[in-house]
């Protein structure tokens, strides 16, 4: 079962929002999954078969 690895089509299609400052609604990322998954998933990336790419962090506005 893959916790971390999403397709391209997974996450365009996947509707998840959070609210970082109870206010206003953001896609939320991925859960990180068990460490042995991590690892698997960043050897899929070295060894060409995966993507990786850097989630968005969420700037937040004090009022």
């Given at each position: ?16 929002y959070a609210s970082s400052d109870?206010?206003?609604?953001v896609p939320a990322a991925p859960?990180?999954g068990p460490y042995i998954e ?26």
């Amino acid at each position: 079962m893959d916790f971390i690895m999403y397709t391209l089509r997974e996450l365009h299609e996947w509707k998840s929002y959070a609210s970082s400052d109870g206010k206003k609604w953001v896609p939320a990322a991925p859960l990180d999954g068990p460490y042995i998954e991590r690892i698997r998933d960043a050897w899929h990336v070295l060894m060409g078969k995966a993507d990786a790419f850097t989630w968005p962090k969420i700037e937040k506005n004090e009022d």
